[in-house]
């Protein structure tokens, strides 16, 4: 199969068709070596290791491509997880460029013909990503704008520039199209800056007024090939020779594997091998099907660990309090906490519990790996494809310049995810096998073996004062976390892991604070991470899950807030909003500023009248109704989000019937597109909060499907989400107003929203998660509601 | 083996396998029909959904040797060059995200609006109940039924 032909199958638009019979990919070949400018003799060297060395980042054809049709193609080195960043790329970029956008197409994330930006984490394609993209596509223009002087005899300032032509303003007959100027060709053009995110050429970027794609909603060009069934994922793609490969894990967590009776599967129709190094084991055949009958057949001896590997997830909590902190810090100190909970009028004290919560993608993690050409070319999804490509090279111990990985979409996959894993598996199997590999997890070792979201215990005290006014805030977290995925550390993968390739210890994990929005002028911040007995080969391993600590963390201090304001008997939106005009203090992004705007919008949008909580007024029979707010940041974005829920007397089932969000992310790119990545993103984390748990023994995970592991389904969809976008800077339109990041901020308040909602509706504090109906139905007994 | 001849968006196909092999790995490895997705192998999430006789089917856990009358996939609903109706609310309502479920939503919506037209929010819901999405796009799911059911596409 043709690399570059899926690559454009996946970048389409509406012309692409005429885009592939015209350029033929000019740029996609090219060679390193032959790039003009000062680093040509760097790229010449990695270029002589392999066939795939980085692009240089500082070369304007590295990232813009202009066809003889008048098209242009942006390269960059970001992946999507499904919200339409590239859509957003092309907006930004076809701006900068004066392309016409429906002209434009975006490659993104692939090692050899992108340059390394890293794939997609931290919400930050287009809070930084973005501005190398306009930048680079603006000294595109520039250039451009130079030749047609040329051209002309005409100075830059007697040109206009628009759709992709450039024309002289004294005589409009006179014009150029950008592919009439360099149409197939290299711009030849040296950019600078120390690093890919301070890529820059001479030419400033437009102010935001002259802005026109920026702000509109094109539809996400690749949608329609999700609907229309031509789509090809990492997962589809085939090649010839191809053999299918399915892992057989360690049946308990820390088993030796003493043998492997080959005999077992040796005649089973297609068998090809039995791949297996240390406690690695993987089968291959000829057909998918097959592999699955093999792998389910293969006879492997195991040997139990001595020990235990965990507790079971019952007693995980007090595990966690029981376990000897390997890490504790103090930030975030403040006044003096012990004076003021000495002298509150009241004190306030609260525990809260969120377990492990998995990735547990739609579809189990997967690869392709291609060793031809004495190479190694990965189809995979990681969101971080260019840390892959490094870490495989390390660990198939062959240079760098030989691996590339070649990003496609996948299932979603809001961090880091076991894609990682089956790429550097795939890649093993290919090397050892010298035919085209595709490694397929099955669903069990998906919700197994997956990494997961850190589990948490918090313990929080507040200060009132005779007024009301929350004085002190004494807050203690405690994360059970490896961060086993790290930043693409070879050893950081389970088969590198089974195959003993270990280092002395992995990350050491994090844990997270509260926002420090609110004026509250006593504080003492204790954050701790545990971990677990078994560190590695371990299916209990932690890896970034959206937004990794923050809807646990907010989940606890937004709670806490909450029930600081109903022991003041103050409305709780009332009660933050006094928090945080508590202080003139500001930082130059505005945050407090648009903190207070976002919480009054939300209040507006939904119809908040003021009054404590919880509300003992509104009970239809067995069909409690109750609200709940809750605000955050992330970076500069700022959200508030108000869930309103019916609580089943009966049965405890919770329905979040109504959402709204007020949000403001700066300047928005595609506001549909924005939209729609809120409303997942509440969603994801109501699914954490009704639903999500992972739930094992001390020997295994025992959620290993989507019974043991529930979900949310059509039947939770709220009735009616209402989205207000906010832009709360004091000095809108100006020309810098940046673009933050909108990916994960919007997942970071909801489990607090849906708490503090119950609450409103049952005067039943919930404290550990998830909320299902046994354990609402069971607080709501033990309350007498 | 055996050969086993399967009639799948109005063309006939013959192929030689294991009877008890599940529809989805012929329909993706052989016949080159990847609109259905292996989700879970178990018939949960909905994934690989493919239309049998007007009813929705899990192909992931139909063995092939099984299947009697016309199938229909992703790739089969449109015709004559038209998406069908709920394609084209998929992309107005700009429903997928990451997409990878986006199958079985639309095949499983088809089969409920065959049989109900005009369904309720409930039927919706319901009929919808064991399709799984964790991008969680269900709002605009059934914002793109609706549309469909209303006569608004």
């Not at chain 1, 032909?5 to 996946?10: A, P, R, S, T, V």
């Not at chain 1, 002209?103 to 340059?115: E, N």
């Not at chain 1, 199997?429 to 099955?442: F, Y």
């Not at chain 2, 049998?52 to 299947?67: D, E, H, K, L, M």
Request: charged share 20%; aromatic share 6%; net charge neutral.
């Amino acid at each position: 199969m043709n690399v570059e032909k899926i690559l454009l199958e996946n970048s389409a638009s509406p012309s692409r068709r005429e885009f592939l019979k015209t350029s033929g990919m000019l740029v996609v070949g090219f060679s390193a070596a032959a790039v003009a400018g000062p680093f040509a003799a760097q790229a010449g060297a990695q270029a002589a290791r392999g066939l795939y060395p980085d692009p240089d980042f500082r070369q304007l054809d590295s990232w813009i491509v202009i066809h003889q049709d008048n098209t242009a193609t942006f390269f960059v080195g970001k992946t999507d997880c499904g919200q339409g960043t590239g859509t957003a790329f092309r907006q930004m970029m076809s701006d900068e460029l004066d392309v016409p956008f429906k002209d434009t197409t975006c490659v993104m994330g692939t090692t050899d013909v992108t340059v390394d930006q890293g794939g997609s984490g931290g919400s930050d394609a287009i809070q930084v990503d973005g501005w190398p993209m306009r930048r680079v596509a603006a000294e595109a223009r520039r250039v451009l704008l130079d030749m047609a002087s040329e051209r002309f005899g005409v100075p830059v300032a007697g040109l206009a520039v628009g759709d992709a032509v450039i024309t002289v303003k004294a005589d409009p007959s006179k014009r150029v199209t950008y592919g009439e100027l360099i149409g197939g060709k290299r711009f030849n053009v040296a950019l600078t800056g120390a690093n890919i995110d301070a890529t820059t050429g001479v030419a400033k970027v437009k102010p935001v007024q002259q802005l026109t794609m920026v702000g509109q909603s094109p539809q996400r060009y690749d949608i329609p090939p999700k609907v229309n069934g031509t789509a090809k994922w990492a997962a589809d793609v085939k090649l010839p020779g191809m053999v299918h490969a399915r892992n057989v894990k360690p049946p308990l967590a820390g088993a030796k594997l003493v043998s492997i009776d080959e005999s077992s599967v040796r005649s089973l129709p297609g068998f090809v091998k039995v791949a297996s190094k240390g406690n690695y084991v993987a089968v291959v055949c000829e057909r998918e099907e097959q592999a699955i009958a093999a792998a389910k057949q293969l006879k492997c001896n195991w040997q139990k660990p001595a020990t235990a590997p965990f507790p079971a997830s019952a007693d995980l909590f007090t595990y966690m309090r029981g376990a000897t902190p390997k890490s504790s810090q103090t930030p975030n100190t403040l006044g003096n906490v012990d004076t003021a909970l000495a002298g509150a009028a009241k004190i306030v004290e609260a525990e809260y519990e969120i377990p492990f919560q998995g990735h547990t993608a739609i579809s189990p993690a997967h690869a392709l790996a291609d060793p031809s050409n004495g190479q190694m070319t990965i189809y995979s999804n990681d969101m971080k494809s260019y840390g892959m490509r490094n870490g495989v090279a390390t660990f198939l111990g062959i240079p760098r310049e030989q691996v590339r990985v070649i990003w496609m979409e996948g299932p979603q996959g809001y961090g880091r995810t076991a894609a990682d894993d089956a790429g550097f598996e795939a890649a093993y199997i290919a090397k050892e096998l010298g035919r085209p590999v595709r490694m397929q997890w099955t669903r069990a070792e998906e919700q197994g073996w997956d990494t997961k979201g850190p589990a948490f215990t918090f313990k929080i005290r507040g200060a009132l004062d005779a007024q009301g006014n929350m004085t002190a805030l004494d807050y203690a977290a405690r994360s059970c976390d490896y961060n086993h995925l790290g930043y693409n550390e070879p050893d950081t993968v389970l088969i590198a892991q089974l195959m003993g390739q270990r280092r002395a210890m992995p990350a050491n994990g994090s844990s997270a604070f509260p926002n420090d929005m609110y004026a509250i002028p006593n504080r003492r911040t204790l954050l701790e991470v545990v971990g677990l007995p078994l560190i590695w080969e371990t299916p209990i391993r932690t890896g970034n899950l959206r937004d990794p600590n923050g809807p646990q963390s907010t989940f606890a201090a937004e709670s806490f807030i909450d029930e600081m304001a109903a022991a003041a008997k103050a409305d709780p939106i009332e009660f933050r909003m006094r928090m945080l005009t508590g202080s003139n203090a500001d930082d130059n992004g505005f945050r407090r500023a648009r903190s207070i705007a976002v919480l009054k919008a939300a209040a507006e949008k939904f119809g908040w009248q003021p009054r404590p909580a919880p509300n003992t007024a509104r009970r239809n029979g067995d069909i409690l109704t109750g609200r709940g707010i809750a605000y955050t940041y992330r970076n500069q974005t700022v959200v508030a989000e108000i869930a309103e829920v019916d609580v089943n007397r009966k049965t405890g089932r919770v329905w979040v019937k109504r959402l709204v969000c007020a949000h403001d992310c700066g300047l928005i790119i595609n506001p549909e597109g924005l939209r729609r990545t809120i409303e997942g993103g509440m969603l994801h984390s109501i699914s954490r909060a009704l639903y999500e748990e992972v739930a094992f023994d001390t020997e295994k995970v025992l959620s290993v499907d989507w019974a043991s592991h529930p979900s949310l389904t059509h039947m939770d969809t709220p009735a009616q989400i209402d989205i207000v976008m906010v832009n709360g800077d004091p000095n809108p339109n100006r020309p810098d107003l940046p673009h933050y990041g909108a990916g994960e901020t919007s997942c970071k308040p909801m489990i607090a929203a849906v708490a503090n909602a119950i609450f409103d509706a049952t005067g039943v504090r919930l404290r550990r998660v998830p909320f299902r109906k046994e354990r609402v139905l069971a607080a709501l007994n033990a309350a007498n509601v | 083996m055996a050969n086993i001849t399967l009639r799948v968006n109005g063309r006939a196909h013959t192929v030689n396998v294991e009877p008890s092999t599940p529809l989805l790995y012929i329909l993706r490895n052989d016949l080159g029909l990847q609109g259905p997705r292996f989700g879970c192998g178990l018939g949960q999430c909905g994934a690989c959904t493919v239309i049998i006789n007007g009813t929705a089917v899990r192909s992931c856990v139909t063995p092939t040797s099984s299947v009697r009358g016309e199938i229909t996939t992703l790739e089969g609903l449109a015709q004559d060059g038209q998406l069908h109706p709920l394609q084209q609310a998929w992309i107005e309502e700009q429903v997928p995200q990451c997409g990878f479920c986006q199958n079985g939503q639309i095949m499983t919506a088809k089969a409920l609006l065959d049989k109900t037209p005009h369904p309720t929010d409930e039927q919706i819901r319901e009929g919808m109940s064991r399709t799984l999405c964790r991008c969680m796009t269900y709002y605009r799911i059934q914002a793109a039924i609706k549309r469909v059911a209303g006569g608004n596409v």
